[in-house]
C-alpha cells in the first residue's frame, strides 16, 4: 500500500514497486485507456505508466505517439489533427476490432488517478511547459514522476518549469547528471537506467548501492517493446512469464532495483510477494 505521506524511496524499502507499463490491457482493453488503468490498480499497481500525445491544436491526449494506425487504425498522427476530431476516436482491441474506450484527455486521466497511485508520465519532453501546467491543474504533483533523456534542452526546462516534481533521467551505460541536477536544485529523486550488458556501470552493485546511500531511487525496465531494443541486458518479462521467472524478473530485484516497469503487473505482483514469503 502507498502511502503519500512518504517519499518514495521510503515506499520501495520494502522490495520493489511495480510499475504498470501503460495500465494492463488485453483482450478487449487497450493500453493507455481508463479500462487499462482501472486494471493496472485492481492487479496492484504501485505506478501507473502513461504517454501523451498533443493535438493539432495544443490538447494533450493519452496515447503513445506513432501507435495511431496500430492502436486507432488511421494513417494520421494525433498531432496532425484538432481535438473535434480526436475526441471522436476509439481504441482497437487486440483483434483489431474497435472497442468503447474512447482517447481520454491527459486532464481526465489525471483526475482520475489523483491519489490512486503513483503516475509516470511518459513522452513528458514533447512539451515540458503545457504537461506541467495541466499536472498543476489537477493537483497530482506529490503523486507524478517525470523523466527525459539528458539532453540539455530538456533538463534546463525541467529545471525551469518543473523542478519541485520528481524526476528521473534516463541514462544508459554511465550516469553523469544525478549528482548535477541535485546540486542545481531539480528534484532529481534516482534514475531510469538502460543497459544491454550485466557489466554495464548503471546495473553494477556499486552503482545501485552509491544510488541508494543518497537516497534515490534506481529503476529498471524488464518490458519488450521490440526484441531488438536492449533494455534489462534480457532479464525480461518473456524470459519471466514463460516459466523463468528468477532469471527474468529474480535478477533485478536481487539487484535491488527500486521499480519495475512491466506488461504483466499481476504475475511479477504476486512473484514478489512470494520471495517475500520465503
Not at 40 to 60: H, N, P, T, Y
Not at 74 to 85: D, E, G, T, Y
Not at 118 to 140: A, H, L, M, S
Not at 150 to 169: C, G, I, N
Amino acid at each position: 500500500m502507498i502511502d503519500f505521506s512518504k517519499s518514495l524511496f521510503e515506499n520501495a524499502k520494502n522490495g520493489p514497486l511495480v510499475c504498470a507499463h501503460r495500465g494492463v490491457s488485453g483482450a478487449d482493453i487497450p493500453c493507455n485507456t481508463l479500462s487499462a488503468f482501472k486494471a493496472a490498480l485492481a492487479q496492484g499497481a504501485d505506478i501507473i505508466e502513461l504517454d501523451v500525445s498533443k493535438s493539432r491544436d495544443g490538447k494533450f491526449y493519452v496515447f503513445h505517439p506513432g501507435m495511431e494506425k496500430a492502436h486507432l487504425g488511421i494513417p494520421m498522427l494525433l498531432s496532425a489533427l484538432p481535438s473535434k476530431v480526436i475526441s471522436r476516436l476509439h481504441f482497437l482491441n487486440q483483434d483489431n476490432t474497435p472497442t468503447v474506450c474512447e482517447v481520454n484527455t491527459l486532464e481526465e486521466v489525471l483526475t482520475f488517478l489523483k491519489g490512486k497511485c503513483y503516475i509516470n508520465i511518459d513522452k513528458f519532453w514533447i512539451d515540458i511547459p503545457g504537461i506541467t501546467e495541466i499536472i498543476r491543474k489537477t493537483g497530482v504533483e506529490k503523486q507524478v514522476i517525470v523523466k527525459t533523456d539528458t539532453t540539455e534542452k530538456y533538463l534546463k526546462q525541467v529545471a525551469q518549469f518543473a523542478s519541485d516534481f520528481m524526476f528521473m533521467p534516463i541514462v544508459s551505460k554511465k550516469d553523469e547528471v544525478t549528482d548535477r541536477l541535485v546540486s542545481e536544485g531539480v528534484n532529481c529523486i534516482g534514475a531510469e537506467v538502460l543497459f544491454k550488458l550485466e557489466s554495464d556501470e548503471v546495473c553494477s552493485d556499486e552503482y545501485i548501492k552509491s544510488m541508494h546511500e543518497k537516497g534515490r531511487i534506481v529503476w529498471v525496465n524488464s518490458i519488450v517493446y521490440n526484441y531488438r531494443a536492449v533494455l534489462s541486458a534480457g532479464h525480461t518479462d518473456n524470459i519471466a512469464v514463460t516459466g523463468e521467472m528468477d532469471r527474468g524478473w529474480g535478477w533485478l530485484i536481487d539487484k535491488k532495483f527500486d521499480i519495475i516497469q512491466t506488461d504483466w503487473c499481476l504475475m511479477l505482483r504476486n512473484y514478489i510477494d512470494e520471495r517475500k514469503g520465503k
